[in-house]
């Protein structure tokens, strides 16, 4: 089978599972091309529903996970978006494919922080590879402080295990009405996914699932 084909299918029984289920998450799904945002040799499990290796210590988050978050950020057309924790790639460019699609006349943009100098070089070469290039900013540093010189942002996104107490930044950084999606507990293996809403400076909070993610690192999360 192609990749084309085993893509459809895990599209398909993400669907079947209620994992995905708005039509331009959906579509996004069948766009990117995952296989070209993780080593070589693991190519042949892209299309897996699981978290992989991508050097660095660091994991791709398995896909029904970038599927859930993506429909509960609400990505539209038009969004900016601030992804913290990178990695591959992969997720930055599922949200550009949401919030600037293909001749779009209202495109948003997607700038994504991540610490590891290694992976912020491999996702510029599979976002330039895949055509992303132009609409997700991939920044080296510490997310935990947010990106201030783009804020605010209509959604902000952490694909890495935060803290109980949410890093102050983010919630700064985010535009009224916005919606922030991050995974937060303890550095070990148990968290909650939260999306948090913002209604003037009042933060509704809402937990949706218990998930497991690599810790984030930085000045409001976790110590090296
Ligand atoms: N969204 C990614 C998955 C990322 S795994 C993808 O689609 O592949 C989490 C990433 O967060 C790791 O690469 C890790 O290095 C990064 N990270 C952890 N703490 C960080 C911080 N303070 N700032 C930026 N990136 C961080």
Redesign the pocket.
């Known amino acids: 089978m192609n990749f084309e084909d085993k893509r459809k299918q895990l599209v398909e029984s993400l669907s079947k599972r209620g994992v995905l289920n708005k039509k331009e998450v959906i579509k996004a799904m069948l766009t990117v091309p995952r296989h070209l945002?993780i080593p070589r040799d693991a190519e042949s499990s892209a299309y897996m529903d699981t978290p992989l290796s991508?050097g660095?210590n660091?994991?791709?988050?398995a896909p029904h996970m970038?599927a859930m978050m993506c429909e509960y950020l609400e990505l539209k057309e038009g969004d900016k978006v601030l992804?913290?924790?990178?990695?591959?790639?992969?997720?930055?460019a599922l949200c550009a494919e949401l919030v600037a699609p293909k001749d779009s006349n209202d495109p948003g943009h997607v700038y994504t922080?991540?610490?590891?100098e290694k992976?912020v070089e491999n996702a510029r070469v599979s976002l330039k590879e895949t055509g992303y290039v132009d609409k997700v900013t991939v920044i080296h540093?510490?997310?935990?402080m947010g990106y201030p010189q783009e804020a605010p942002y209509d959604k902000i996104l952490v694909?890495?295990a935060s803290p109980k107490k949410i890093p102050p930044p983010l919630r700064e950084q985010l535009k009224e009405g916005g919606i922030l999606c991050i995974p937060a507990g303890s550095m070990g293996y148990s968290q909650d996914l939260y999306v948090i809403r913002r209604q003037g400076d009042h933060f509704e909070s809402n937990k949706i699932t218990g998930v497991r993610?690599?810790?984030?690192?930085?000045k409001y999360?976790f110590n090296p």
Do not use: K, M
């Not at 540093?141 to 935990?144: A, E, L, P, Q, V």
């Not at 993610?213 to 930085?218: E, H, R």
């Open positions: 945002f991508i660095c660091q994991t791709i988050s970038n992804e913290i924790g990178t990695g591959s790639g992969y997720h930055a922080i991540e610490r590891h992976l540093g510490d997310g935990t694909t890495a993610f690599v810790p984030l690192i930085g999360g």
